[in-house]
């Protein structure tokens, strides 16, 4: 989830607020197992719009989501974010 349009050309700048609270909430859809919420994440709130521009980065994750079941674990192998609007989340599900 990133906008590259926002984008802090200082690799390490401070994440917008707006990053933050929609990167976590795409993490809480993750850890619940609720796709819905990512699909439809325009209704995530306000901070979607910001952090997900345009599908393009965004569409591959819930391609990947799509193949977890039930039983699965799910695990985050990175979190942070860089140039303050792109967030650098990665997840294995197992």
């Known amino acids: ?9 200082d690799i390490d700048a ?3 607020d707006w990053a933050v609270k929609f990167d976590e909430k795409a993490k809480q859809c993750l850890i619940s197992g609720s796709h819905e919420g ?3 994440y ?3 709130g306000k901070e979607a ?7 393009d980065y965004y569409l591959p994750m819930i391609y990947a989501i799509g193949l977890q079941r039930k039983e699965d ?3 985050f192998i990175h979190e942070g ?4 609007s792109v967030s650098m989340r990665a997840f ?3």
């Not at 989830?1 to 050309?9: P, R, S, V, W």
């Not at 974010?81 to 303050?84: A, K, L, S």
């Open 1 to 9: 989830m990133h906008n590259l349009g926002l984008i802090d050309f």
């Open 73 to 75: 674990s799910l695990k």
């Open 42 to 44: 325009l209704e995530l």
């Open 49 to 55: 719009r910001y952090a997900v521009p345009t599908q």
């Open 81 to 84: 974010f860089q140039h303050g």
């Open 92 to 94: 294995q599900i197992g």
């Open 38 to 40: 990512l699909i439809n």
């Open 14 to 16: 401070k994440p917008f």
